[in-house]
């Protein structure tokens, strides 16, 4: 079982630049593929971005490339989720996953609660 915590959301004007980080209890830490995702109020969760076990790959949707950077210290079993130049459109509750590949839709095995991420404008 693994459980990740997220942390690092809260409020801020559009333009604006957060960090989330999402911490995992396992030892096992590298051996897993991360991904975030994202939800909107009365939206479906939508894919952000993954990571590689190793952090050698890396894969964003179309809407956050060259805004958003994921990265990750398996040292410090955290990953972590850059986020600048932020717009309302941003605005979601954020959550971090873990499963065996870095893939873009949701087929990981374990989910943070997520952290919530508001843009004003």
């Known amino acids: 079982q693994v459980q990740l915590v997220e942390s690092g959301g809260g409020l801020v004007q559009a333009g604006g630049s957060l960090r989330l980080s999402c911490a995992a209890s396992t030892r096992t830490f590298a051996n897993y593929a991360m991904g975030w995702f994202r939800q909107a109020p009365g939206k479906e969760r939508e894919f952000v971005a993954s990571i590689t076990w190793s952090g050698s790959n890396t894969y964003y949707a179309d809407s956050v490339k060259g805004r958003f950077t994921i990265s990750r210290d398996n040292a410090k079993n955290t990953v972590y989720l850059q986020m600048n130049s932020l717009k309302p459109e941003d605005t979601a509750v954020y959550y971090c996953?873990?499963?065996?590949?870095?893939?873009?839709?949701?087929?990981?095995?374990?989910w943070g609660q997520g952290t919530q991420v508001t843009v004003s404008s």
């Open positions: 996953a873990a499963g065996p590949w870095a893939v873009t839709t949701d087929e990981y095995d374990y």
